[in-house]
Nanobody
Framework: QVQLVESGGGLVQPGGSLRLSCAGS????????MSWYRQAPGKERELVAT????????NYSDSVKGRFTISRDNAKSTVYLQMNSLKPEDSAVYYC????????????WGQGTEVTVSS
């Protein structure tokens, strides 16, 4: 089955940077579109960024455009989220998600990595 493991979260000051990683296993990574979601306490989970199977198309939420970059390395079965110019409102648990589009709509999820932006 699909397994996703996030890493790279932590505490960072406002204006700082972090790079999150998500390692996939148990499936053919290049057949899956990948996404990053985040969820802050008391808020709904929201989509942050997506990337297509080969990585030719990316999409971002308005709140992170120009600051975050999603990328993937299919040879390493890993998707990344580079986060720059971090703001306190970026604090959340960040989740990696995989979908074998357009064949399936079923999403698989990692367990998350926590990001805290605070001085």
């Amino acid at each position: 089955q699909v397994q996703l493991v996030e890493s790279g979260g932590g505490l960072v000051q406002p204006g700082g940077s972090l790079r999150l990683s998500c390692a996939g296993s148990g499936f053919t990574f290049s057949n899956y579109a990948m996404s990053w979601y985040r969820q802050a306490p008391g808020k709904e989970r929201e989509l942050v960024a997506t990337i297509t199977r080969i990585g030719t198309v990316t999409n971002y939420s308005d709140s992170v455009k120009g600051r975050f970059t999603i990328s993937r390395d299919n040879a390493k079965s890993t998707v990344y989220l580079q986060m720059n110019s971090l703001k306190p409102e970026d604090s959340a648990v960040y989740y990696c998600s995989a979908v074998r589009t357009p064949i399936s709509t079923r999403r698989s999820w990692g367990q998350g990595t926590e990001v805290t932006v605070s001085s």
